[in-house]
């Protein structure tokens, strides 16, 4: 069995299983697309010729592959008028396989194949920030801990952090030695940031000192 379909401006012979090439058709690999403008039909002895199209029919196909032809160079000259244009032109087309040639307005029982969801990635849990699982680089003070959050740059977060290090009051941070900002820089990867902030002369005037 054979049909004759127009598509695109042009028309082509088809049958089951065979695999052409037509002007681009918006749909993605693996779909089905149903070219309604069938001109013939042909079994065996028998040839439907549509006027102009034949009553009922269609051709069921599924898109293998989007793609562009070879590139076409387009070269223009005006004579004596020192005019040249070069251009080159990469036709798209749609690759399908045409699996039902149906008459009579019957539907095509076959379905493309489902698309295959893309596998699952697993989400990994980034490593926590250096800090959060340390051993204590000071020693908490017996006094009341002080809101460090009031430290410009200090969120709850980096409170924690200075927190399980043992520095818990501003008047820690006051003291702080050149090895003190030191050891805090190298767990935290601060570079720096203590001093760059001045914590020590925020603290100060958070202590009331």
Known sequence: MFAVIKTGGKQYKVAAEDVLRVEK?????????????????????????GAPTV???SVVAEVVDQGRGRKVIVFKKRRRQNSRRRNGHRQSFTMV??????????????????????????????PAPAGDDVAPLF?????????????????????GKLNAL??????????????DI???????????????????????ELAGE
């Open 25 to 49: 058709l918006e749909a993605d690999a693996g779909s089905t697309v149903t070219f309604d403008e069938v001109l013939m039909v042909g079994n065996g002895s028998e040839t439907t010729i």
């Open 55 to 57: 009553e009922g029919a």
């Open 97 to 126: 396989k045409v699996t039902d040639i149906l008459t009579g307005g019957a539907k095509s029982a076959k379905k493309a194949a489902p698309k295959k969801a893309a596998p699952k990635v697993e989400k990994t849990e980034e």
């Open 139 to 159: 020693t908490a003070p017996d006094a009341p801990a002080d809101d460090l959050k009031k430290i410009s740059g200090v969120g709850p977060v980096l409170e």
């Open 166 to 179: 043992g520095i818990m009051t501003y008047a820690q941070i006051v003291n702080f030695t050149a090895e």
């Open 182 to 204: 030191a050891r805090v820089d190298e767990v935290l990867n601060f570079k720096g940031r203590i001093e760059r902030d001045n914590w020590i002369e925020q603290a100060k």
